[in-house]
C-alpha cells in the first residue's frame, strides 16, 4: 500500500493559496532574552517560542486570538509554507478569511511551546552554558510554563489583549491556564477535547510511551544527535497513542479487518524511508523473520506509516518533557484544591467542547470544567457534538463545530 | 511502594487448603504422538499440553467442563500447587466444590493452549527435527488449531461429551469454535467478554504490543535462550495491553492521581528482580538519567509491576503467536462470510456475558454473537452485567456472574 493513500488531507497548493485561505506563510521567531524561571525552580537563561500571525492586529490591539497546539502539533497550523506544499497547517479547516476563526477580523497567534521541537526552545536546542543540546537537563516544563512563555510573545507583538485563546487537548488545557494566569488579559477562553486534571488511564497510556522511549538502547540517557535517537521507542509511543486519537467505531469502519497486499511494496522516497521500512517489518523487508508477522491487516500498516512519518518531524526527548507536562496538568491541585478554587480569578466567558466518542478526555470531564467555572460563579457553557470520530474530532471538518467556534468568537455581550 | 501491594488476591494457603476449596492440584502433561496439521499447512510431529483436572468423571463420562484460558492465562485455573502457594489458580473464585462451576458435579478440565509457554507445545519447545526451540519456526497456530487439540485431550480423558465449554476473552473465542467445530459434543457453550471478530481497534493495540516486541534488538529474529529475550519489549507490550484490561473508571478509583513516595524503594527481591528494576527505571534507580521521568504516580508503578512480572512468566515468541490468532479470528470470514451461516453447525445452548464497561470487546460485539445465533435458528441467550471494572470483570469476584453462570451449567431442559 502506498503510504500517501493514508494522507488524506492532501488538497492542490493551488487551492490552498486562493482566496478564503491563509495562503503562503513564513514562521518567524521571537527570542526573550531575560532569564525565565520554570516551575520547577529552574531558569533558561533565555527562550525562542517559533510563531506564525495571520491577519493583522487592529489599532486597538485587541482583535488577537492566540492558538494553542496539542503534544503533536506545532505554530503552523493554517496556511502553507511553499506553493510545493501538500498539506496546510494542522487546523486550516477552521482558520482564515471567512471561516470560522476569521482572519479579517482577528490576528491569529500560534506559537510552538516550550519544550517543544519545530523551532522553540526545547531539549533539541544547545544549551548556552555547554554548546550541547540540553537533552535531559532542560527543566521539566509545565502548562504554566508554556503559558507563561507565550505572553512574553504577545507582549512582543503588542498585543494589548486576547480575543480569545483557544486550543484542543493540550491546547484546551493552555487555554484554561491562561483564564487563570492572565485574568484581565482574556476576554474569551475556548477549550475542546480536554480536561482540568489528567486521568490514570490517560497517564497510563503516556507511561508506556515514555517507557518505549526510555528502553530504546538509542536514546542513550537523552544524548543523541538531533534526527537520530530513539526512533524505534518514538514510533511505538505515537503508534500506541495514535489509537487513543481515534475510536472504535471510526477504527472499524475507516480499516476494518481488510488486508493489504502484501506483494506489492510501496517504492521507499528516501534511503531513510527504505531503512525505516526495514526497521519497522514493512513490506519491503518480506525476507526478514519479522515478516512472519508482518503486515497483513490494514490498520497495522496504517499505524506503521504513523510510527515512521512521526519520528521524521518529532523528537523523543520532547515527547518525554511534553507527555510529563500533561500529566502534571492538575487544575484543582494547582490552585488551592478544588476547581471552583482554581477557577476564581477568571473573569472571561468560556466555551468548553466535548465529543461524544473522545474516550481519551471524555465528555464528563469537559462537562466538569463548565459546572466548575459555574459554581465559581462564572460565564461558561459546554457544548457536546455528537461524532464517532474519537479525540480528533477537534482537527476534522465539522460544520457544527465551525458554527459553534464562529458564533462564540463574534458574539459581543 | 513495596510490590506485593499489587498483588490483591494473595490469600493464606491454609484457606485456599480448606473444604470447599479445590485445594492441592497437580499440572499434568498429555502428549499426542500423532501428526497434527495446522490451520496455516504444517504439520507439528506430535504435541503436548500441559493440563489440570478437578472432579471426577462420571461413569457416564458426560459431565465435564472445559475451561479455556485467555491470552496471558494457563492451565492453572484452581486449586494451588503447594500450601506455600500465596496465590490460586486465575479462576478459582468461579471453581470449587459448591462454587459456580461445581467440582463435586462436575469434571472440570483446562490446558495451556497449543502455542503456549506453560508447559504445552509452543515457540519454545524444541523441534524435535533440529533439537533447539521453534522459534518463529512454529506454526501460526489459530483458535481452532487450539480448539482441535484441546479435543484430542478430552478423547485421552476419556469425556465422551462436554456439559459445558466455556472461557472469557480468548477463552470466550474457543468456547464459541468449539460449539462450530463439534456441536454434538458441546451440551452448552458459555463464552464472556468476547468476540466473533477481532475488530480493528483491538487489531492495532495487539499489533503496537508486537512491534515492541519485534524491534526489540533482544528479540533477535526469535532466537533467545528460555527467560532471556526481549524482555523490554515483552513488558511495554504488557504494560499497555494491561490498560485495556481495566477501565477508565476503574483506574481512576484504584489510582487516580495519587504518588507514590519515591524515597522508599521495595527491597528487590532477588538479583534478576533488581536488575529489571533498573531497567525499568524504577524506584531503585533513581540516579539514572531515566530517573527523570521516573515513577511519580502510582499508577505508572502499578503498570511497571505489571511488565515486570509478566517477563518472568511469559513468553514473547508465544505473545506474538498468540496475539496473531487472536486477530486472525473472524468466525464469519472462516465459515461462509456471515455469522449466521458460521453458527449453523451449532446444536448446543449458548450464553454470552458482556460487561458494560469493557472497551476492549464491549458489549455490542458480545451481543451481536447471540442475535446471529438466534437468526440462525439457536439457542442463545445475552446477559449483559453491569460493572466498571472494564475487560478483566469476568476474572473478578460477582455474585452476578456466578449466579449465571452456574444457573446456566445446572439447568437441564
Not at 505572553?151 to 487563570?180: E, F, N, P, T, Y
Given at each position: 500500500?502506498?503510504?500517501?493513500?493514508?494522507?488524506?488531507?492532501?488538497?492542490?497548493?493551488?487551492?490552498?493559496?486562493?482566496?478564503?485561505?491563509?495562503?503562503?506563510?513564513?514562521?518567524?521567531?521571537?527570542?526573550?532574552?531575560?532569564?525565565?524561571?520554570?516551575?520547577?525552580?529552574?531558569?533558561?537563561?533565555?527562550?525562542?517560542?517559533?510563531?506564525?500571525?495571520?491577519?493583522?492586529?487592529?489599532?486597538?490591539?485587541?482583535?488577537?486570538?492566540?492558538?494553542?497546539?496539542?503534544?503533536?502539533?506545532?505554530?503552523?497550523?493554517?496556511?502553507?509554507?511553499?506553493?510545493?506544499?501538500?498539506?496546510?497547517?494542522?487546523?486550516?479547516?477552521?482558520?482564515?478569511?471567512?471561516?470560522a476563526v476569521d482572519t479579517n477580523h482577528h490576528f491569529v497567534v500560534c506559537a510552538n511551546v516550550l519544550g517543544g521541537c519545530q523551532g522553540s526552545t526545547g531539549p533539541l536546542s544547545p544549551d548556552p552554558a555547554?554548546?550541547?543540546?540540553?537533552?535531559?537537563?532542560?527543566?521539566?516544563?509545565?502548562?504554566?510554563?508554556?503559558?507563561?512563555?507565550?505572553?512574553?510573545?504577545?507582549?512582543?507583538?503588542?498585543?494589548?489583549?486576547?480575543?480569545?485563546?483557544?486550543?484542543?487537548?493540550?491546547?484546551?488545557?493552555?487555554?484554561?491556564?491562561?483564564?487563570?494566569?492572565?485574568?484581565?488579559?482574556?476576554?474569551?477562553?475556548?477549550?475542546?477535547?480536554?480536561?482540568?486534571?489528567?486521568?490514570?488511564?490517560?497517564?497510563?497510556?503516556?507511561?508506556?510511551?515514555?517507557?518505549?522511549?526510555?528502553?530504546?538502547?538509542?536514546?542513550?540517557?537523552?544524548?543523541?544527535?538531533?534526527?537520530?535517537?530513539?526512533?524505534?521507542?518514538?514510533?511505538?509511543?505515537?503508534?500506541?497513542?495514535?489509537?487513543?486519537?481515534?475510536?472504535?467505531?471510526?477504527?472499524?469502519?475507516?480499516?476494518?479487518?481488510?488486508?493489504?497486499?502484501?506483494?506489492?511494496?510501496?517504492?521507499?522516497?528516501?534511503?531513510?524511508?527504505?531503512?525505516?521500512?526495514?526497521?519497522?517489518?514493512?513490506?519491503?523487508?518480506?525476507?526478514?523473520?519479522?515478516?512472519?508477522?508482518?503486515?497483513?491487516?490494514?490498520?497495522?500498516?496504517?499505524?506503521?506509516?504513523?510510527?515512521?512519518?512521526?519520528?521524521?518531524?518529532?523528537?523523543?526527548?520532547?515527547?518525554?518533557?511534553?507527555?510529563?507536562?500533561?500529566?502534571?496538568?492538575?487544575?484543582?491541585?494547582?490552585?488551592?484544591?478544588?476547581?471552583?478554587?482554581?477557577?476564581?480569578?477568571?473573569?472571561?466567558?468560556?466555551?468548553?467542547?466535548?465529543?461524544?466518542?473522545?474516550?481519551?478526555?471524555?465528555?464528563?470531564?469537559?462537562?466538569?470544567?463548565?459546572?466548575?467555572?459555574?459554581?465559581?460563579?462564572?460565564?461558561?457553557?459546554?457544548?457536546?457534538?455528537?461524532?464517532?470520530?474519537?479525540?480528533?474530532?477537534?482537527?476534522?471538518?465539522?460544520?457544527?463545530?465551525?458554527a459553534l467556534v464562529s458564533s462564540f468568537l463574534e458574539r459581543t455581550d
Amino acid at each position: 500500500m502506498n503510504d500517501a493513500a493514508f494522507d488524506e488531507d492532501i488538497t492542490s497548493a493551488a487551492t490552498l493559496a486562493e482566496p478564503g485561505e491563509v495562503g503562503l506563510v513564513e514562521p518567524r521567531d521571537f527570542t526573550s532574552a531575560a532569564p525565565f524561571r520554570c516551575d520547577d525552580g529552574r531558569t533558561l537563561p533565555g527562550f525562542t517560542l517559533r510563531y506564525e500571525t495571520y491577519g493583522r492586529l487592529n489599532p486597538a490591539a485587541d482583535n488577537a486570538v492566540l492558538v494553542c497546539h496539542a503534544l503533536s502539533g506545532d505554530h503552523h497550523c493554517a496556511g502553507i509554507h511553499s506553493l510545493a506544499d501538500k498539506k496546510p497547517g494542522w487546523w486550516n479547516n477552521l482558520i482564515g478569511p471567512g471561516k470560522a476563526v476569521d482572519t479579517n477580523h482577528h490576528f491569529v497567534v500560534c506559537a510552538n511551546v516550550l519544550g517543544g521541537c519545530q523551532g522553540s526552545t526545547g531539549p533539541l536546542s544547545p544549551d548556552p552554558a555547554t554548546g550541547r543540546p540540553y537533552g535531559i537537563t532542560f527543566p521539566a516544563v509545565t502548562i504554566r510554563d508554556m503559558v507563561r512563555s507565550q505572553k512574553l510573545l504577545l507582549d512582543h507583538l503588542g498585543v494589548r489583549r486576547l480575543r480569545c485563546v483557544l486550543g484542543g487537548s493540550m491546547g484546551g488545557m493552555q487555554a484554561l491556564q491562561w483564564g487563570i494566569e492572565y485574568p484581565d488579559y482574556c476576554d474569551k477562553v475556548l477549550a475542546m477535547a480536554t480536561t482540568a486534571r489528567e486521568g490514570a488511564q490517560a497517564i497510563a497510556f503516556n507511561e508506556v510511551g515514555r517507557q518505549a522511549i526510555l528502553q530504546d538502547p538509542e536514546w542513550n540517557q537523552g544524548n543523541y544527535p538531533k534526527g537520530g535517537g530513539p526512533r524505534v521507542g518514538l514510533a511505538i509511543a505515537r503508534m500506541m497513542a495514535h489509537i487513543t486519537y481515534l475510536s472504535d467505531a471510526s477504527m472499524d469502519r475507516k480499516f476494518g479487518r481488510r488486508t493489504v497486499k502484501s506483494n506489492t511494496p510501496a517504492a521507499p522516497s528516501s534511503p531513510e524511508d527504505a531503512a525505516l521500512s526495514g526497521m519497522m517489518g514493512d513490506e519491503g523487508s518480506a525476507s526478514a523473520p519479522a515478516a512472519a508477522f508482518d503486515v497483513n491487516f490494514e490498520v497495522q500498516s496504517y499505524l506503521r506509516y504513523q510510527g515512521k512519518s512521526f519520528i521524521n518531524r518529532f523528537d523523543a526527548n520532547t515527547y518525554l518533557y511534553i507527555t510529563r507536562a500533561i500529566d502534571g496538568f492538575d487544575l484543582a491541585a494547582a490552585h488551592g484544591g478544588t476547581l471552583e478554587q482554581a477557577f476564581a480569578p477568571v473573569r472571561g466567558e468560556t466555551l468548553v467542547v466535548g465529543f461524544t466518542s473522545d474516550w481519551l478526555f471524555p465528555p464528563e470531564q469537559n462537562r466538569a470544567i463548565v459546572l466548575a467555572l459555574q459554581r465559581a460563579g462564572k460565564r461558561a457553557s459546554y457544548a457536546e457534538l455528537t461524532t464517532d470520530l474519537g479525540h480528533d474530532s477537534f482537527l476534522l471538518e465539522s460544520p457544527e463545530l465551525y458554527a459553534l467556534v464562529s458564533s462564540f468568537l463574534e458574539r459581543t455581550d
